[in-house]
């Protein structure tokens, strides 16, 4: 579903933006789209990432080691 969305920008930017989306045969909404969806993956590689930089830091963990599983026992306890 597309929701409106007014953006208040610099009249030389929005004339740059029409200029490149016409010779990119995309439209600006589009290109606004991509690019929010861009930065958006992006937070989330960045965060995964710097989970995966803290993965061992306690020692080793068995293969079969179940992460979900653990958390979901933890956060049972937790709320009781």
């Known amino acids: ?5 007014t953006l208040s920008l610099d009249a ?4 740059l933006a029409k200029k ?3 010779r990119k045969g995309i439209s ?9 969806r861009d930065i ?11 989970l995966m930089d803290l993965k061992g830091i306690l020692g080793s ?3 079969d080691y179940d992460y979900r599983k ?6 049972k306890e937790k709320h009781k």
């Open 40 to 50: 958006s993956l992006s937070l989330v590689k960045n965060k995964k990432e710097s």
């Open 61 to 63: 963990v068995p293969d």
């Open 1 to 5: 579903m597309n929701t409106k969305l």
């Open 20 to 22: 490149y989306s016409k």
């Open 70 to 75: 653990e958390r979901d026992e933890y956060l």
């Open 12 to 15: 030389k930017a929005i004339e």
């Open 28 to 36: 600006v909404s589009k290109m606004v789209e991509n690019y929010f």
